[in-house]
T-cell receptor, first 114, second 113 residues
Framework: DGGITQSPKYLFRKEGQNVTLSCEQN?????MYWYRQDPGQGLRLIYY???????QKGDIAEGYSVSREKKESFPLTVTSAQKNPTAFYLC?????????????FGEGSRLTVL | DQQVKQNSPSLSVQEGRISILNCDYT??????FLWYKKYPAEGPTFLIS?????DKNEDGRFTVFLNKSAKHLSLHIVPSQPGDSAVYFC????????????FGKGTSLLVTP
């Protein structure tokens, strides 16, 4: 089945540690995205990538880093510089970044920093 | 600066009645609008969309209305069912702009039996 797989689903980390969230898609989509959801804040864009080896900052990129070495993979690293990393993280993809196509979301990863 | 606004954080409706979820936007360049539905601990799923060349799009129990002059769109669910209880996100974009979707903060809908 085609889709987007995020792992891990739940992750606990100590303050000051970097953590990487995985996102893999087999939909052959060019564009991939990372969003963060906090209660009452909706979905806020962290980073997005239109093609391999290219990515752009979203609205809240500070404290995060990404890479896009393969079309199907778009991992997100939450660094120790992120002041409030506890959140629900959503990865998404779309055929292109033309915006007339829908986004397909993964199941999400919940990160809790202790 | 929030360009897509959903001013009602929550809405409660009785089963069988109509649910109306509202969304306002500030960017007059937006020309494509989508609604997503999200259950707890899951990713959002696409529900329905509308292009700015239309003022209405219908899909089964779901209808989206667009009022460009008011920069307002609404999602109507008729009849509402308990399984519709979820958070609904409005999103907007400028088609082919190369920019990602702008999402509202969401409205939590509760449909009671």
């Amino acid at each position: 089945d085609g889709g987007i797989t995020q792992s891990p689903k739940y992750l606990f980390r100590k303050e000051g540690q970097n953590v990487t969230l995985s996102c893999e898609q087999n939909l052959n989509h060019d564009a991939m995205y990372w969003y963060r959801q906090d209660p009452g804040q909706g979905l806020r864009l962290i980073y997005y990538s239109q093609i391999v080896n290219d990515f752009q900052k979203g609205d809240i990129a500070e404290g995060y880093s990404v890479s896009r070495e393969k079309k199907e993979s778009f991992p997100l690293t939450v660094t120790s510089a992120q002041k409030n990393p506890t959140a629900f993280y959503l990865c998404a993809s779309s055929l292109q970044i033309s915006n007339t196509g829908e986004l397909f979301f993964g199941e999400g990863s919940r990160l809790t920093v202790l | 600066d929030q360009q897509v606004k959903q001013n009602s954080p929550s809405l409660s409706v009785q089963e069988g009645r109509i649910s109306i979820l509202n969304c306002d936007y500030t960017n007059s360049m937006f020309d494509y609008f989508l609604w997503y539905k999200k259950y707890p601990a899951e990713g959002p799923t696409f529900l329905i969309s509308i292009s700015s060349i239309k003022d209405k799009n219908e899909d089964g129990r779901f209808t989206v209305f667009l009022n460009k002059s008011a920069k307002h769109l609404s999602l109507h669910i008729v009849p509402s069912q308990p399984g519709d209880s979820a958070v609904y996100f409005c999103a907007a974009s400028v088609a082919n702009s190369g920019y990602a979707l702008n999402f509202g903060k969401g409205t939590s809908l509760l449909v009671t039996p």
